[in-house]
């Protein structure tokens, strides 16, 4: 089965590229869950991948609320 293969945007994540600090310990917390996630029967990679990729762009867009403040 292809669940053990890693989708692109987790292979291409480098955490210590991101500007925010928030998307960084997301990210790092995604690229340490998903190795046990893939265990689980029913799991979806791209479908992790897809949501972790929404949550670190949304992460990184309060980037400029954070430099309001």
Known sequence: MS???TP???QQLQPEQLKTAAARRFADFCLQDFPDRQKTDG???HVYADAASL???RLEATR???TLA
């Open 64 to 66: 400029y609320s954070d």
């Open 8 to 10: 692109d945007f987790l």
């Open 55 to 57: 949550v670190v762009a």
């Open 43 to 45: 799991f979806e990679p």
């Open 3 to 5: 669940s053990q293969v």
